[in-house]
């Protein structure tokens, strides 16, 4: 039967987000049953396309992202896909009715990513908008299950929330970003020469934007509303831990949040959400 390569290709899906991002699948574990699945699948897909632009370095990386694109909607387009994520991910789609303007979008993004550029404001935001804000709004079709009225008036906390995540992301992965793949992403910073003003002025866009994100958490769906509180309570954790340092030491790690801190965040989330404070 059909359904058992369903069942198969979103395990392969959800397999991805917990080899790659373990905050994200603890997240995704707080959500309703129901909606874990797709997020997972969007999550999968995502997390694809990342990988050609980011780690296929010996092989033909535009080729292979528009050979990924284009065999994207031809899954959507059929309702199957020989490839497990893509076949996952057209699950979603179908089943949500994600606007494929989205998904191009995203597209749009990941082409970027193939040149090494120095992003102006204009290019900084077109970037932002594809590769994070979609994706907020991709789970956000979601999380709303067809509520278009809901959809619509959560749009702009989901995109925030998505640009607040991918800019702490920047921070986060500012060396590695440099250094391994010459991407300097905030608009008229210079590795060499990345000062405290610079730092505070990013940080205040992100805290601007979890400040957002935040107004539309509170009036998400009940079924989806602990599982992001808890992604949003882990980036502003690392985030708080980014803004105690010094741009140096920026520059010279990868910031993490411990497993221990991780395990603590879910709890507290777990207590306010019990006294109805989320």
């Given amino acids: 039967?059909?359904?058992?390569?369903?069942?198969?290709?979103?395990?392969?899906?959800?397999?991805?987000?917990e080899h790659y991002s373990t905050s994200f699948a603890s997240a995704i574990r707080m959500l309703h049953k129901d909606l874990r699945a797709p997020i997972h699948n969007i999550y999968g897909f995502v997390r694809l396309a990342d990988e050609i632009v980011d780690s296929f370095h010996e092989h033909n990386k535009p080729e292979l992202l528009e050979q990924f694109r284009n065999e994207t909607f031809a899954a959507i387009e059929r309702g199957i896909s020989l490839n497990p994520v893509l076949n996952s991910f057209q699950i979603t789609v179908r089943n949500y009715s994600i606007e494929h303007h989205l998904i191009e979008s995203f597209f749009e993004s990941m082409r970027m990513d193939l040149s090494d550029l120095r992003y102006d404001e204009t290019q900084y935001r077109e970037y932002i908008y594809g590769s994070a804000e979609v994706v907020g709004l991709m789970c956000l079709t979601v999380f709303c299950e067809g509520d278009r009225k809901k959809y619509e008036v959560l749009c702009s906390p989901a995109r925030s929330l998505g640009a607040a995540f991918q800019k702490i992301n920047f921070l986060r992965d500012f060396k590695a970003d440099y250094t391994g793949l010459s991407r300097i992403y905030f608009p008229g910073c210079d590795f060499n020469n990345f000062c405290i003003n610079q730092k505070k002025q990013i940080e205040a866009d992100i805290q601007n934007d979890l400040d957002h994100a935040m107004k539309g958490i509170l009036r998400l769906p009940l079924k989806a509303r602990f599982g992001v509180y808890v992604a949003y309570k882990y980036y502003d954790s690392l985030f708080r831990k980014i803004r105690k340092m010094k741009p140096e030491y920026v520059l010279g790690q990868r910031v993490r949040i411990p497993n221990y801190h991780k395990a603590l965040i879910i709890l507290r989330a777990g207590l306010k959400s019990q006294l109805n404070l989320i």
């Avoid at 369903?6 to 991805?16: N, P, V």
Wanted: hydrophobic fraction near 45%; include cysteine; aromatic fraction near 6%.
């Fill in 1 to 17: 039967m059909i359904s058992l390569f369903h069942t198969a290709s979103q395990a392969c899906s959800r397999a991805i987000t």
